[in-house]
């Protein structure tokens, strides 16, 4: 087995990734010690996850059927199975389509670099990083809080359901029921005593568990964009000092002069090398290359200078490959940040649309619900709760899908805005082929049938709106 | 570039099940010689066997429906299949009239530039032909359980019923109630509507093969975008010629989509008028079926008989639609396959060129009927919105009537 060195994205997202293997999700890679007994150990600890899941699942549904009697049961148990049907399918998604992101957690094991921007590279980095650890802070908080309303909620008010009265038709009676977070059937009396604190403490494991798992995931999806957006906003800083190091001499006089006089002033000038593997579906790392210090000189294949050694442009032979280099490490890191939202997109596209179809199906019977409160009650409470719940987890990633949006599309402003026309033909004609792959913005699909962005939410809350709307003007 | 021998493969495969199934059919002549023998049998095969199983059923509905007229439950029960025939017969149409463009459309699937260059646009090739062979199959098989359950439900459906009724409502010019009249109609309706079913979908699974081509084609164009890559040297001289090598290879690349343009309208020309009637003739289908639906108990064999028939119909749209789909989202992606390729090194004239292909390449290539109806998941949704209105308010009108 190979050394266990954390490097890239599975560095920078190590709390997550932690949690996400603690709440139980498939993940058995990046440990340390992957010996025999202790990854069957972590396997058989998701696999108990799994298990408990699913048969407490099953009760939640065979309760459903139960009650499918009475309209107003049937529509809240409705509401809680898709609500846990959501869970299970992130958990289950996960099991199966690990490999894809494992991918995509190390697509960015070694990123290029150059000696130009390691400071704007390493900003931007940290910048990231802080961003990512505010927003898991911001899920953790928010799924504990929602685990502890949900308990504590189950202990205000009476805990009963309405049945018919067994002895008139027409007259519905109020039953109790035992008091747990979730109405599920057990094949115990859960009413009091022993078996229903126990029932309790399992539907509390449960329910933290279940929110657990599916706002990792998205976390972990979120961070992704998080990273992906810092990575373009560097790119969009170092854009104008490129062009500055590339504008002839005469015309404008960059002050980045002084970025000539490079820390490593020792060493030739860096190129980085020309054999990439654009398609290595290693899982070291899609994208591989070596910077190299202390050069691989192309420089008689370049132009062929007079004895001057003062190019068309008037940059020397020197400046000329700083530019060159340049240009290549900002066009590399760009292809490398599109090959990242693209195995973003491969991994959770499709987790994306069944998180949608349920949702969706969800806030429908949620506005229907909606309509029967009548004051500010248990009730009420829990519908509000399940609404603002469901609406966060849409919000969460259409707010992270429309800010990659907004970045790649800017990035062909910057490079308008950059001055251009001072630079040299090279670094015009790289301008042009930049502005025309970022003329169509990146942007995450759901399987192909609808794109991530704050226009999707704002079609779902508008979508819950006019339905709740409707059903109270049919009451 | 080198080593192609290996990588053989005779794209004409993405549609040989089909043809031979519309053969069989005698929708489609083989290509024989002129005034042959074998083309004049052909030919009186056809005839015959297209004019008795088709021919003569669609002139039966058509009575049938000339005198259902103005009961409604009638009407939908003897429209969603003429309906059908009438969109089948305009692709005969087509495929008669068009018959030496369509063979020719079909050798030119052969063309050098369509063929794979390396291991992977190989598989991506073989994977592609493969599915469309299954998909073929799929619904042939689907449509023969289809037919199959049409058989049965008027015998398991019989009780209450005055005795057991045909299947399908046609108009007979004998009275259909005893036998041997009634086994006869039976055996007739059921041969009918069984190949004309399976020749309709042979000719639905071709035209989707011809898109599904397109598709796997732009695939292969994305990849060798992808792959551009200078050869790394160190002599100066040798270097022009390797810039010259990659230059050419780009131009190969934007000869490939003016292929891949090229192709697409002409299947879009040949079968543009099949498309659209389908798409419109398919919403009233949908439209029929579900009413049909509505009328007869749920679980009675009639309503899993109508379920499999539509779901058959949305399939076929579905089908096209989607490698419509697939065809706009790969040609999106052409222009971030030539950025992807290594292009910072290369030659001036290399990268001048990118930037013209990537210029094009900024507007999709989208597969029209008509020139209004473009192929996607769009219309597809489109589609069955339009049918679930028409069949609410369809179903108002009948209640309305009832009540």
């Known amino acids: 087995m190979m050394k266990f060195k954390v490097s890239g994205l599975v560095a920078d997202l190590m709390p997550n990734i932690r949690l996400i293997q603690g709440s139980g999700h498939f993940m058995l890679n990046y440990h340390a010690d992957n010996s025999g007994a202790l990854h069957t150990l972590r396997l058989g600890y998701c696999c108990v996850t799994l298990v408990f899941m699913l048969l407490q699942y099953g009760c939640n549904f065979v309760n459903l059927v139960l009650e499918r009697g009475d309209v107003n049961d049937l529509a809240a148990n409705t509401i809680t199975v898709l609500f846990f049907t959501h869970c299970i399918t992130k958990f289950v998604y996960f099991a199966v389509r690990s490999k894809l992101f494992y991918r995509t957690l190390g697509i960015w094991n070694q990123p290029n670099s150059h000696p130009l921007f390691v400071e704007s590279n390493n900003r931007y980095h940290a910048l990231a990083l802080k961003k990512m650890r505010r927003l898991l802070y911001i899920i953790i908080v928010w799924t504990s809080f929602s685990a502890i309303a949900w308990t504590s909620i189950t202990f205000v008010g009476e805990s009963v359901h309405t049945t018919k009265d067994p002895e008139n038709e027409n007259l519905t009676i109020s039953e109790p029921i035992p008091r747990l977070l979730v109405r599920a059937w057990y094949p115990w009396n859960a009413m009091s005593g022993m078996p229903h604190m126990l029932t309790l403490i399992f539907q509390v494991y449960y329910v933290f568990f279940a929110l657990a798992h599916a706002n990792l995931l998205d976390s972990l999806f979120c961070s992704w964009l998080i990273f992906a957006c810092e990575q373009l906003q560097h790119l969009k800083e170092i854009m104008k000092p490129l062009m500055e190091l590339s504008a002839t001499l005469d015309t404008y006089v960059p002050k980045s002069a002084d970025l000539f006089r490079a820390p490593s002033a020792t060493s030739q000038d860096n190129l980085i090398e020309n054999d990439y593997n654009s398609k290595n579906e290693d899982l070291k790392g899609v994208y591989s290359t070596r910077q190299e210090l202390g050069g691989h000189f192309r420089g008689a294949a370049l132009q062929n200078f007079g004895a001057g050694g003062v190019g068309p442009n008037g940059l020397t032979k020197k400046q000329e490959l700083m530019v060159r280099s340049a240009i290549k490490y900002w066009v590399e890191r760009h292809k490398h940040v599109v090959r990242l939202v693209t195995a973003i997109g491969d991994a959770y596209g499709v987790a994306l649309l069944l998180h949608m179809l349920t949702s969706t199906i969800m806030l429908t019977l949620l506005a229907y619900q909606a309509t ?102 049919l009451k | 570039m080198s080593g192609s021998a290996n990588f053989e493969l005779d794209l004409r495969e993405f549609v040989t099940l089909n043809i031979k199934c519309i053969h069989f059919f005698g929708y489609f002549s083989p290509e024989f010689a002129e005034n042959s023998k074998k083309r004049i049998l052909f030919r009186i095969y056809a005839t015959v066997f297209v004019g008795f199983a088709f021919v003569l059923s669609l002139l039966s509905q058509i009575a049938n429906m000339i005198d259902a007229f103005g009961d409604m439950e009638k009407m939908t029960e003897a429209s969603f299949l003429l309906f059908t025939n009438i969109v089948q017969c305009l692709k005969l149409y087509c495929f008669m009239k068009y018959g030496a463009r369509v063979w020719r459309l079909v050798h030119s699937l052969n063309r050098k530039i369509f063929k794979p260059r390396n291991a992977t646009q190989y598989d991506v090739l073989k994977r592609d032909i493969g599915r469309s062979k299954i998909i073929t199959k799929l619904f042939l098989l689907a449509c023969t359980i289809t037919y199959a359950s049409w058989c049965v439900s008027p015998f398991l459906d019989k009780k209450g019923e005055n005795g057991v009724r045909l299947p399908l409502s046609g108009w007979y010019p004998f009275s259909t109630k005893e036998t041997p009249a009634f086994e006869l109609a039976y055996a007739y309706q059921i041969f009918t509507t069984w190949v004309g079913g399976l020749g309709d979908i042979s000719m639905d699974t071709f035209m989707s093969g011809a898109i599904m081509v397109i598709s796997a084609e732009l695939s292969v164009l994305n990849n060798a975008l992808e792959t551009l890559k200078q050869r790394f040297v160190d002599d100066p001289q040798k270097i022009r010629e390797e810039e010259k090598l990659v230059n050419k290879e780009l131009v190969r690349c934007v000869i490939h989509y003016k292929n891949i343009i090229g192709f697409a309208n002409e299947v879009t020309y040949l079968f543009t008028d099949c498309i659209t009637a389908q798409f419109l003739v398919g919403v009233i289908i949908v439209c029929m079926s579900m009413f049909q639906m509505s009328l007869v108990p749920v679980m009675s064999f009639r309503f899993f008989a109508m379920m499999l028939y539509q779901i058959c119909v949305l399939m076929e749209m579905f089908l096209w639609c989607y490698y419509g789909n697939e065809v706009i989202l790969k040609s999106d992606l052409l222009t971030q396959s030539a950025y992807m390729c290594e292009w910072v090194d290369n030659s001036k004239e290399f990268k001048q060129n990118l930037l013209y292909f990537m210029t094009r390449t900024q507007f999709n290539l989208q597969l029209y009927a008509s020139g209004y109806f473009a192929l996607s998941l769009q219309t597809f949704k489109a589609i069955i919105k339009s049918s679930w209105s028409y069949f609410a308010v369809l179903n108002q009108v009948h209640d309305q009537k009832m009540a």
């Open chain 1, 372 to 473: 029967k409160i009548t004051g500010v009650d248990k009730y009420a409470a829990t519908v509000i709760g399940y609404l603002l719940f469901a609406l966060a987890q849409v919000f969460h990633f259409c707010i992270f899908g429309n800010r990659l949006i907004e970045e790649s599309s800017s990035v062909m402003e910057a490079a308008y805005s950059c001055h251009w026309y001072d630079g040299s033909e090279e670094a015009k004609t790289f301008v042009q082929i930049v502005c025309q792959q970022c003329q169509k913005a990146m942007s995450i699909s759901g399987a192909k049938f609808f794109t991530i962005s704050l226009d999707l939410f704002a079609s779902v809350l508008g979508a819950v709106v006019t339905y709740f709307m409707v059903l109270v003007q």
